[in-house]
C-alpha cells in the first residue's frame, strides 16, 4: 500500500479546478491511497531535475505531481497536463542536513540566473559571504550543490533577488548573515524552520519519508480516505500551520504558564486554537479558551467547531470571555444574575465628589491603581506605587481620591450595580476560597478548568488576569498566553509576573497574512516604538518581517465628507468588479456616525461596515478605512486633556495609534485609507 502525504498547494490547487474534474481527482487519488482497481499508477517524467518525480493521471486532461521514495509519495499539485509536465520538470527537491526536512527548489530559475550572477561576480571582486568558512555553511544546512552559487553572492540585493527561488532553509540563515547576524543569529533563523523538535536520530539526507515527517508543514501523511477527505476539504489553516506555529502549538508540554508573543498576523490566534485542541485530544481536563470579547469568543468558537471533528474532545473545550466567566462565578455565589452599572451612572457618581479632579482621572485612579493594584485599604493605597499616571499627588490628595473611591464603591453597593472590573475582582475572590494552588491527581481539581489558553493577552486588566490564574492549578501546561502589546486597544498595561503568572516568553516575527508594503506602512504608523506590558519592560518591533509582497496602501485626499464616501463607494465597486467576494471586504471607520453613513452608501454592495474597534481579531482580503482626518482619529473625547495628566495624554494618543494600527492591519492583500480635510497626525508621511 502507498503512503500518502499531501503538501498544501495540492487542496488550494484542487479548489480552483471545475466540479466534475474535481470529483475525478478525488476519487482517483482516493483509489491510488487504497491501491485499488482503475488507481492511476506513476508515470517517469522525462527531463526532470530530480529523478523522484513522477506523474499520476488524475483527471481527464490533468495530472498530479509526486516525489516517490519506495511506498512514499508525496502529492505536490495537480494541474492541466503541460503544465503538470513542466512543472514535474522545474522542480528538484533534497533534504536539508541541518534539520533534516523537506527542500524544494527552482532548479529552471536557478539555472537561468548563473550566468548573470558570474558575470556580476567576475566585475567586482567582492563576495557578500567572503569571511564565512565552508564548514560553518555546511552547519547551517547550506546545500553543497548550491555552495558555488552562495559563493559568487556580491550584495545583499542579489541575494534577496534569489529569495522567490531557495527553500527558506536555505534563505533564511544566509539572510541573517547577510544582515550581519553572528552564527548563532544565522542557527537561530534557521530554527525558526523546525516545525517539531528535535529527534535523537542523526539525519540521513536519502530518507525522504524521514524528513517528511519532520516538515508536517510541507505534508500531512493520509493512511485511509477519511483522513484524505479532511486534507483536501478542510481550510488550510486546519491542516498546516508555518513551522514556529506548529511548533509552539503542539510542544508536548509546557512546564510553566507560556507567552507567545507577535505582530499582525503572525497567527497568535491559530496557535491558540491549535493548542487548546491538543490539549484537548490528550485528554487531560476542562480547558478554557478565553479572549477578550464575547464577538471575539463567537468566532473562536466556530473555528473549533471546524477544527476539532470529534465532538467528545470538542466538549473538553469551553469558549469564552473573562466577563463572562466572572458573571457566572459570582451568579452561582449570590444566587442571583449581577447588575451591572452603566457609564453614565458611574460618572454621575464620581462628579458627586469634590476632589478637584475629572471624573475621568478618579476613574482610571480607581482602575489603574486601585483595582489593578488590588488595593483594599487607605493605608495601602498611599504606598502605593502609581506606574503609568503622571500626576504626582500627596498623601492628603491621595487621602481626598481614597474618600471618593469609598464613596463610589458604597454607592453602587447600596444600588446593587458593579463594574465589570469589580466582578473580576469578586470572582478572583470567590472562586480563591474553593481552590488550592496544587494539582491533586487523585481527586478531581478543585479548580473549574486544567487548562486556560488565552487569546489577545494585552487587553486584560490585572484584576481579570488574577481570576485567570485562580481558576487553573498551578502545573504543567496550565496557561498557554498569546497577544501583542502593540495592537492594544484598551489602557490596560500589566507585566504578567506581577499577577502571579511567571510565563516563559517566545516571540513570532513573521507575519504571513500581511504583504510587507502593508507591514511596513502599519509600522511606521503605529510609531515603530516599543509598547510595554505582558513582561518587564519594553518590546520592540525589530525584525518583524512577511513573506511575500504586494500593492502599498493607497491613501485619498478628499474636499469633504460627501466626496469621500463617493470615493468609498467608487473603491468598493472596484474591488467587487476585480472578483472579490462583498463578504471578504471590510470599511472601518473611527465613529459610529461614520459607520451609519458608510453603511447607507454602501447598503446594496454587502460588504461589512464597522468601527475600528469591530475589526480586533478579523481579517479580509481587502480593507477600507474612511475618516482618518485630524480632529476624528485620535478621537477628542477619548483623550485626557494634556494638563490633568501628560502620562495619561501620551498612553490614550498611543491607545488611539494601537486602535487604527489594528484596522489597518487586517488587511490580506489591499489597503486604501482617506481622509477629507487635514489628515490625521497618525498618518505617514
Known amino acids: 500500500m502507498p503512503r500518502l502525504a499531501v503538501s498544501p498547494e495540492f487542496p488550494v490547487e484542487l479548489s480552483t479546478l471545475p466540479e466534475p474534474v474535481r470529483r475525478d481527482v478525488v476519487l482517483s487519488a482516493r483509489r491510488f491511497l487504497q491501491d485499488a482497481e482503475g488507481a492511476p ?28 521514495q519506495r511506498d512514499v509519495y508525496w502529492l505536490l499539485t495537480v494541474l492541466p497536463d503541460a503544465e503538470a509536465w513542466a512543472y514535474a520538470q ?58 558555488p552559487l552562495v559563493r559568487q553572492i556580491t550584495d545583499e540585493l542579489t541575494l534577496e533577488a534569489l529569495e522567490s527561488l531557495l527553500p527558506p532553509t536555505q534563505y533564511e540563515p544566509l539572510a541573517a548573515l547577510a544582515r550581519g547576524e553572528s552564527m548563532t543569529g544565522a542557527r537561530r533563523e534557521l530554527e525558526n ?24 508543514d510541507r505534508a500531512v501523511f493520509t493512511a485511509h480516505p477519511g483522513e484524505l477527505d479532511r486534507v483536501l476539504e478542510a481550510p488550510g489553516w486546519c491542516v498546516f500551520l508555518h513551522p514556529p506555529q506548529h511548533r509552539l502549538a503542539h510542544w508536548e508540554s509546557y512546564p510553566q504558564p507560556t507567552l507567545v508573543t507577535g505582530g499582525a498576523g503572525t497567527g497568535k490566534t491559530l496557535v491558540a486554537l491549535h493548542r487548546a485542541a491538543h490539549l484537548a485530544r490528550r485528554g487531560s481536563g476542562q480547558i478554557l479558551l478565553v479572549t477578550f470579547s464575547q464577538g471575539l469568543s463567537a468566532d473562536l468558537a466556530a473555528k473549533l467547531d ?4 470529534d465532538e467528545t474532545v470538542r466538549k473538553r473545550i469551553e469558549v469564552g470571555n473573562v466577563d463572562r466567566l466572572a458573571h457566572r462565578i459570582v451568579a452561582e455565589a449570590e444566587g442571583r444574575p449581577p447588575s451591572l452599572v452603566g457609564a453614565t451612572e458611574l460618572t454621575a457618581l464620581w462628579e458627586e465628589s469634590d476632589t478637584g479632579h475629572s471624573p475621568a482621572f478618579l476613574l482610571r485612579e480607581w482602575e489603574q491603581v486601585v483595582l489593578a493594584q488590588n488595593l483594599r485599604t487607605l493605608e495601602e493605597y498611599l504606598v502605593a506605587p502609581r506606574p503609568g499616571r503622571s500626576v504626582e499627588l500627596s498623601d492628603e490628595e491621595r487621602k481626598t481620591v481614597w474618600r471618593a473611591v469609598e464613596h463610589v464603591t458604597e454607592q453602587l453597593r447600596e444600588r446593587g450595580r458593579r463594574t465589570l472590573l469589580q466582578l473580576a475582582a469578586e470572582a478572583s475572590v470567590l472562586l480563591g476560597r474553593t481552590t488550592g494552588d496544587l494539582l491533586e491527581e487523585a481527586e478531581p481539581a478543585r479548580e473549574p478548568y486544567r487548562h486556560i489558553v488565552v487569546d489577545e493577552a494585552q ?63 502599519g509600522v511606521r504608523l503605529r510609531g515603530g516604538g516599543p509598547a510595554d506590558g505582558l513582561v518587564n519592560g519594553v518590546q520592540e518591533l525589530y525584525g518583524f518581517r512577511a513573506t511575500r509582497h504586494g500593492p502599498r496602501p493607497v491613501v485619498r485626499a478628499y474636499d469633504s465628507p460627501r466626496d469621500e464616501l463617493t470615493g468609498l463607494v467608487a473603491q468598493v465597486r472596484e474591488w467587487i468588479r476585480d472578483g472579490v467576494p462583498p463578504g471578504e471586504i471590510a470599511v472601518a471607520a473611527r465613529t459610529t456616525g461614520l459607520v451609519r453613513d458608510a453603511r447607507a452608501a454602501l447598503r446594496d454592495l454587502g460588504v461589512r461596515v464597522t468601527t475600528l474597534h469591530g475589526m480586533k481579531g478579523l481579517e479580509f482580503r481587502r480593507v477600507a478605512v474612511i475618516g482618518v482626518a485630524d480632529g476624528i482619529v485620535p478621537d477628542p473625547d477619548s483623550l485626557t486633556p494634556a494638563g490633568e495628566d501628560p502620562a495619561a495624554r501620551a498612553h490614550d494618543l498611543q491607545r488611539e495609534r494601537g486602535l487604527l494600527y489594528v484596522a489597518c492591519t487586517r488587511a490580506l492583500e489591499s489597503l486604501y485609507v482617506s481622509h477629507s480635510g487635514r489628515a490625521s497626525p497618525f498618518l505617514p508621511t
Request: aromatic share 8%; net charge neutral; glycine share 6%.
Open 41 to 68: 499508477h506513476p508515470e517517469r517524467v522525462t527531463g526532470a531535475r530530480d529523478p523522484r518525480v513522477a506523474s499520476l493521471r488524475l483527471a481527464d486532461g490533468y495530472r498530479g505531481v509526486v516525489v516517490r
Open 90 to 147: 522545474r522542480y528538484r527537491f533534497g533534504v536539508n542536513t541541518a534539520l533534516g526536512v523537506v527542500e524544494m527548489w527552482d532548479a529552471v530559475a536557478l539555472d537561468r540566473v548563473r550566468p548573470a550572477m558570474r558575470r556580476a561576480a567576475e566585475a567586482t571582486p567582492t563576495r557578500l559571504f567572503a569571511d564565512v568558512r565552508d564548514g560553518d555553511l555546511a552547519e547551517l544546512g547550506i546545500d553543497g550543490r548550491f555552495l
Open 193 to 216: 524552520c523546525r516545525a517539531l523538535p528535535p529527534d535523537s536520530e542523526p539525519v540521513n539526507p536519502e530518507d525522504f519519508g524521514a524528513a517528511l515527517l519532520r516538515s508536517p
Open 306 to 309: 471546524v477544527l476539532v471533528e
Open 459 to 521: 487587553d486584560l486588566h490585572p484584576a481579570q488576569w488574577r481570576l485567570l490564574r485562580v481558576a487553573v492549578p498551578h502545573a504543567c501546561d496550565d496557561m498557554f498566553i498569546v497577544g501583542d502589546p502593540h495592537q492594544r486597544i484598551f489602557d490596560t498595561r500589566v507585566a504578567l509576573a506581577s499577577v502571579g503568572i511567571d510565563a516563559v516568553r517566545w516571540q513570532l516575527q513573521v507575519s504571513y497574512r500581511l504583504p510587507q508594503e502593508i507591514l511596513s506602512w
